[in-house]
C-alpha cells in the first residue's frame, strides 16, 4: 500500500525573499490585528458560501486560491502577496470550519 504524501497548501508568499519574516508579521498583522475596516480587502461570507457551494469541486484549496486571484484581479488597489496570503487562509479557515 502507498502512503500518501499530503500536497503542499499553494502560498502567495515566495519562499526565497529575504524578507519573509517580515512577510509572514504582515500576514499575521492582517489577520489578527486589524479591524475589519483596516483589512486590505472585505469578505462577502454569503457569497463566499453560495460560491463555494455552486463550485461542487472536491479540492479545498483549489477553490480558495482561484477566490483569492478573483478577488484582487477585479480589486488591485490593496493587492500583495501578504494581502492574498491573508484573504485565502481566511476563507479556507472560513469555509473548512476550523
Same mark, same amino acid.
Request: hydrophobic share 40%.
Given at each position: !500500500?502507498?502512503? %500518501? #504524501?499530503?500536497?503542499?497548501?499553494? $502560498?502567495?508568499?515566495?519562499?526565497?525573499?529575504?524578507?519573509?519574516? =517580515?512577510?509572514? /508579521? %504582515?500576514? @499575521? &498583522?492582517?489577520? @489578527?490585528? *486589524?479591524?475589519?475596516? +483596516?483589512?486590505? =480587502?472585505?469578505?462577502? =461570507?454569503?457569497?463566499? !458560501? !453560495?460560491? =463555494?457551494?455552486?463550485?461542487?469541486?472536491?479540492?479545498?484549496?483549489?477553490?480558495?486560491?482561484?477566490?483569492? &486571484? $478573483?478577488? /484582487?484581479? #477585479?480589486?488591485?488597489? *490593496?493587492? $500583495?502577496?501578504?494581502? +492574498?496570503?491573508?484573504?485565502? &487562509?481566511?476563507? +479556507?479557515? /472560513?469555509? $473548512?470550519?476550523?
Amino acid at each position: !500500500m502507498k502512503n %500518501k #504524501l499530503a500536497a503542499p497548501i499553494p $502560498s502567495f508568499l515566495k519562499e526565497d525573499v529575504p524578507n519573509l519574516e =517580515y512577510s509572514l /508579521f %504582515k500576514v @499575521n &498583522l492582517i489577520l @489578527n490585528a *486589524y479591524g475589519e475596516n +483596516r483589512k486590505p =480587502y472585505k469578505i462577502d =461570507y454569503h457569497t463566499l !458560501m !453560495m460560491s =463555494y457551494y455552486l463550485w461542487g469541486g472536491s479540492n479545498l484549496e483549489e477553490f480558495c486560491h482561484k477566490q483569492t &486571484l $478573483s478577488y /484582487f484581479l #477585479l480589486n488591485p488597489l *490593496y493587492d $500583495s502577496a501578504e494581502a +492574498r496570503e491573508a484573504f485565502s &487562509l481566511e476563507i +479556507r479557515e /472560513f469555509l $473548512s470550519g476550523t
